[in-house]
């Protein structure tokens, strides 16, 4: 049996016969090194645009690399632009790239794959309603991968919706968190039971403006505003043992995430990093400290890595 990984020959001489063996080594190094990277998308940022008067909402997307979930190489040198409509092949902001049954609505996560034909090395690119790329499909273009996740916006005026603000510089996609509307996702005191008692929460903004993270486990950014209340939080991904209380007697808070007013009166406003489950939900206690209080989250970034999980 070969090695895992032989050491390649840079040594060839005119009278150096190649046989079996040699070209059985070649193709295993080829293949340990693809199974070694194929879990790493490279590239394929994105910002999307509502400016084009013909169609709403379009995403440029930027170039790129990856091995598909067959582990078929994708290279994609070029940058495509392509709105929400039905999919059609070609790079412009007339074609579109919706995925065959998939559906959009207003205020809501898409994910965008690149798509191959393994014979000649095309590509392409869908979206999808689903983070797995369940409705991703085509007789040519057989090759799929996840590569990023954009949001809605409303409604446009052209069959499809407008975008968020967004842009992607690959693993990092950051948001204008004050677009879709003012306020971020608000919990209020007199909403949330049990006080100083952790408990799960969806990270959703009101009147229908989605959630604040897309389908998948991320490392979210947000800006926090809170008035009245201390408050603490963990993530539900990270095996951590949540105490029975946040804070006792209104000090020694006890939390992965800790927001404490400075004072017990006003306006208070930070930033944190935290990871977010692909639920979008955290964990989050609060004691008050004046009178009814109320927090306010906001996402301005996360960095989505894009690994393709449980390959062998």
Known sequence: MADFWTAPKTNWTDSDGIGYGDLNRIEQNIDAVRDATKRRVQGFGYATFNTDPSYDGYVVIESGSCYSENGVPINAPLYFAKNLTAWQQGNGVQFGCLAPGAVLTAHTWFYLFVISDPITGNYEY??????????????????????????????GTHSSFNLGEMYSTGDHVFINPMYADLVGCKFTSAGLANPNVYQTLILSRASGAGRETPDRNVLAQFNYLGFSLHCGLFSLIAPYTKPALFMSGGINPVAEVTLYHPTANGNYTSQFEIKVNAAGQISLAYYQSGGAGWVSFACNMFYDDRLMLGVV
């Open 126 to 155: 869908m979206i999808d309603d689903n983070p797995a790329g369940t409705h991703v499909a085509s007789v040519v273009y057989t090759e799929k991968r996840y590569i990023n996740c954009a949001k809605t916006y409303s409604a």
